[in-house]
């Protein structure tokens, strides 16, 4: 492989850091799901901890190295996950942690960054101005500033996902990842491609949200002036140029999906696997449906990255009437 920035040693390091609730997490066949999709799916279910995503692996990483450090204090800017993760992760640790996020972020994702002590500041924008905001707030009080994707820990702490996945390959031949930052992807596609190198790498974004994946495919960072999808986890607009570099070396494809892919994902998750998962979590049986002949009879690892989905929205979503695929 060529170079990355990402390393097999220190991920594998990572694991001795994070706390062992967020490792080892089921990934198990689903069978039920089968029929509906046209091929075998195994689901990798990253919701069942104290945080309900996949992001506390980095933040473990995060944290334990600022701890070690000396240091008291740590700022991030999230769409609600990482917000979630970091603040949990600090705690335990005694940290101060600040989030800053927009005000229109999912409310459950900010009444749980609230509940789990964090310092959090809105603002009347998007996650790029969130993210202004927190670099903003790291200078004046000269504390670190945590960038999701950027930052090596993030990938890396990620990446143990991917060191669990290819202990089960050669079972799967495709692993279906949600691509927003790239820190998950990035992370388990090094890993993949390192020890399960047969194994095809595909990430999936919304239509509504494309950057990053019309960056892979331009092979140069490619910005967006606004997103429109539901799957507010993945809705970035400035994809990072170190990270697209990693990208490129891992990834096999990027795919766009509808928005009512989504939701039929999201409906199929539900009444097939019994699983409330936010839209995010749900691209990879979008993608599957935008394109059952690609998968037919090949078995396909999804990623089930995150569940902390406002309960109202969910259930107008997977109760419309018409929608899906």
Known sequence: MQETRLDTARIRSARRVIDPMFLDTPLYRCEALEP???????VKLETANPVRSFKARGTEVVASRLADDGSSAVVCASAGNLGQALAWSG????????????????????DRIRALDARLELVDGDHEMARERAATIARREGIRLVEDSLDIETCEGAATIGLELADAAPSFDAVLIALGGGALATGVGHVVKALAPGVEV?????????????????????????????????????????????????????????EASIIAGMRMLLDHAGLVVEPSAALGVAAILEDRDRFAGRHVVTIVCGSNVDMDAFHRWVAAPGQGT
């Open 36 to 42: 509906h999709l046209g091929c075998a799916v195994s």
């Open 202 to 258: 595909i990430c999936v974004q919304p239509l509504g949200a494309p950057a990053m994946t019309h960056s892979w495919r331009q092979r140069r960072v490619v910005t967006t002036d606004s997103t429109d999808t539901i799957a507010d986890g993945v809705a970035g607009r400035f994809p990072v140029p170190a990270v697209l570099d990693d990208l490129l070396l891992v990834a096999d494809d990027a795919v766009l999906v509808q």
């Open 91 to 110: 705690r335990g640790r005694e940290l101060d942690v600040t989030v800053v996020a927009s005000r229109f972020a999912a409310r459950v994702k900010l």
